[in-house]
């Protein structure tokens, strides 16, 4: 059924109707609740999206917010940066995209390869790391920006770097072999 869902839901997402549903369902923004009652004013020029959202997206609530910014910058980077790199796996493998991610890993004190490697979270943590595997890649993207950020460092302006880079993409429809991706991970978990 869940299947179903996804492949009538990529279906729906193939052409963006407007700038806000551009790389529905991972990287748009939030629906937009005129169109779904069947009065956006804003038609083709809405920056809110224009696809079906069956349930909300899952989101940080204020537990978890204070839980990533009380814990330790490597601790935080554990368990964001796994779920971040298998998100934009999915999506897009291209080298420029992948450099991005390596940048963002780097201000993190972790070399991309070893995203994989990193220990793995505690009791505590878990509902935490389900919450962040349940958020939409553009989401994740926006909470890990503010979450890893310290004192001089410019890992927020990178996190927007790959919001952009990967709804460019979405916008010109190059995402870079995603299924294949999808299926290397699908094979190495």
């Known amino acids: 059924r869940r299947l179903e869902h996804e492949a009538a839901e990529a279906e729906d997402a193939?052409?963006?109707r407007n700038p806000g549903s551009v790389g529905h369902p991972q990287m748009c923004l939030r629906p937009c609740l005129y169109f779904a009652a069947g009065n956006c004013m804003n038609a083709d020029a809405c920056e809110f999206c224009h696809h079906s959202h069956p349930t909300r997206p899952a989101h940080?609530?204020?537990?978890h917010r204070d839980s990533l910014r009380d814990m330790p910058r490597h601790q935080c980077a554990a368990?964001?940066?796994?779920v971040l790199k298998q998100k934009v796996?999915?999506?897009?493998g291209s080298e420029e995209t992948m450099?991005?991610?390596a940048k963002i890993a780097a201000h993190?004190?972790?070399?991309?390869?070893?995203i994989g490697r990193l220990p793995a979270p505690r009791r505590q943590q878990r509902m935490l790391l389900s919450t962040l595997k349940?958020?939409?890649l553009r989401l994740l993207l926006l909470s890990a920006g503010r979450a890893l950020a310290s004192p001089g460092s410019d890992i927020e302006a990178l996190t927007e770097s790959l919001c952009s880079h990967l709804r460019g993409l979405s916008a010109t429809g190059r995402w870079a072999g995603a299924a294949a991706?999808?299926?290397d991970l699908a094979t190495s978990a």
Do not use: H, Q, T
């Open 60 to 63: 940080l609530d204020k537990r």
């Open 108 to 114: 993190c004190g972790v070399a991309i390869d070893d």
């Open 14 to 16: 193939d052409e963006p």
């Open 89 to 92: 796996l999915a999506l897009d």
């Open 181 to 183: 991706v999808a299926a």
């Open 134 to 136: 349940g958020m939409s």
């Open 99 to 101: 450099a991005i991610l």
């Open 79 to 82: 368990l964001v940066l796994p």
